[in-house]
């Protein structure tokens, strides 16, 4: 991974990187201070700032987006507590490099010399590959220090999180990015050939990523324009950055999280923005559809009806159009779903009557409400007063359904909203009719 930020500005940015190496080589920083846009862990009250003032650094997980400065965090911490650097990538290495590391730094501890021992893309390495630092780290051989753009919680074994803190590093913000592309400009000096407006499309393309916004930079230093590039210009110029997100890992869980709970909140402008997200970025329709359908039955239930219907009509267009027309037919669904009046009490009711069947489902139903297809059936009181619902008066016989053992219990209870409030005034009807039957 290439480091990313240069020193301040008062200071000289260059380093001792090559001239014909990339900028972003070229504008590492010199001291922690110099990190852009994670003060929150490298500032005198941050995690890190405290542990290099005390001069004795834990393992550590640096959590964070691509981009974000977290090789060069490591790197910079050994030098502040003077400890040997070593970096492997999880991408590239194997076993045998992970034993040479060990060894060396087993041998280097022996002369009085600790290792920082940098670990790339740590998510990467198996189970039992993390487990094969436990030893080391423990016994203080090396000070891990691991990066990773996947939550720790789900990609990194419990016993290695055990002995490392996790550290979270920030997305760049707008400002953080600026600030970058004036040590950019300082340092080369030159100026972007961009109008103030293409500037602000080139931050907001950088999404967060350090490395990006200067590699884009770079190749807009390196040709000669007749003019600044306004923001359509610029868009032509420079490959289109698409989106970080893994549809199998932690941004996928991320952003379906964030559609869901804005539709729950029946926030269609935010769940709009999230499902878009997600589409732009190469998730397949189907899936964005099959988690609606879940929604409408989860979230919204009787509470409107058409809510499962408009979903299913929308899986049904789509697969008829294909993208991108088929894609409107989702808009429409997410877009009634998150208007609908909510209620969660079908899926209380699911949750509830399977917890009650697996607690009693040896239990038979009574007898009153058994088929009798065969003599001997009817002659063991298979079927014996059951009361036919169609010849009461008012359709209702009021007759018991549960087991002679198990008392009656209210799995559903519909809210007040849409139309569960209908249903609500008909189960209060038919409770009131059965307390009538049972005093009568």
Same mark, same amino acid.
């Given at each position: ?5 240069? +020193? ?13 190496? +990339? ?137 290695? $999180? ?33 109008? +103030? ?65 804005? $539709? ?20 397949? +329709? ?5 988690? $609606? ?41 997410? $877009? ?105």
């Amino acid at each position: 991974m290439v480091d990313l930020f240069a +020193p301040p500005p008062q200071e000289s940015p260059r380093s001792t990187a090559s001239e014909d190496a +990339p900028l972003a080589d070229r504008l590492r920083p010199r001291d922690l201070s110099h990190v852009i846009g994670q003060s929150h862990l490298t500032g005198p009250d941050g995690a890190i700032g405290r542990m290099v003032a005390a001069g004795k650094l834990s393992s550590m997980i640096l959590w964070g987006p691509p981009g974000t400065g977290k090789t060069s965090t490591a790197r910079l911490l050994a030098d502040a507590v003077g400890l040997r650097f070593v970096s492997i990538s999880a991408v590239f290495s194997g076993v045998a490099d992970l034993k040479k590391a060990f060894a060396e730094a087993e041998a280097m501890a022996l002369a009085g010399r600790k290792t920082l021992l940098f670990v790339d893309e740590i998510h990467r390495f198996n189970r039992a590959q993390q487990d094969g630092f436990l030893p080391f780290v423990e016994k203080g051989v090396v000070t891990l220090v691991g990066a990773t753009t996947e939550n720790p919680s789900f990609a990194l074994n419990a016993a290695l $999180l055990s002995r490392a803190q996790v550290l979270i590093l920030h997305r760049l913000d707008a400002a953080a990015l600026c600030e970058l592309l004036a040590r950019a400009e300082e340092l080369t000096g030159l100026r972007l050939p961009l109008t +103030p407006p293409a500037r602000e499309a080139l931050i907001a393309a950088a999404d967060g990523d350090g490395r990006f916004l200067l590699n884009q930079a770079e190749m807009l230093f390196d040709v000669s324009l007749p003019a600044p590039l306004d923001p359509e210009a610029l868009s032509k110029f420079l490959m289109r950055r698409m989106a970080v997100y893994d549809k199998d890992r932690d941004g996928h869980y991320n952003l379906i999280s964030a559609l869901h709970k804005s $539709l729950r909140g029946s926030d269609p402008q935010a769940a709009l923005y999230w499902m878009a997200r997600m589409l732009t970025a190469g998730e397949e +329709p189907l899936y964005v559809l099959r988690r $609606l359908v879940r929604f409408a039955s989860e979230d919204i239930g009787l509470a409107d009806p058409q809510a499962l219907v408009q979903c299913l009509a929308a899986k049904d267009a789509y697969e008829f159009l294909g993208s991108p027309e088929g894609e409107l037919a989702i808009v429409q669904a997410c $877009l009634y779903l998150a208007t609908a009046p909510k209620s969660n009490a079908a899926y209380v009711a699911f949750k509830e009557s399977w917890k009650a069947a697996r607690e009693t489902g040896s239990l038979m139903p009574p007898s009153s409400i058994l088929n009798a297809p065969t003599k001997l059936m009817k002659d063991i009181g298979y079927g014996a007063g059951y009361a036919y619902d169609h010849d009461a008066e008012d359709g209702f016989s009021g007759a018991n359904y549960w087991p002679d053992d198990l008392p009656p219990r209210s799995f559903y209870r519909p809210v007040e909203r849409g139309f569960e409030r209908e249903v609500a005034k008909r189960l209060d009807w038919w409770d009131k009719k059965r307390r009538e039957r049972r005093e009568g």
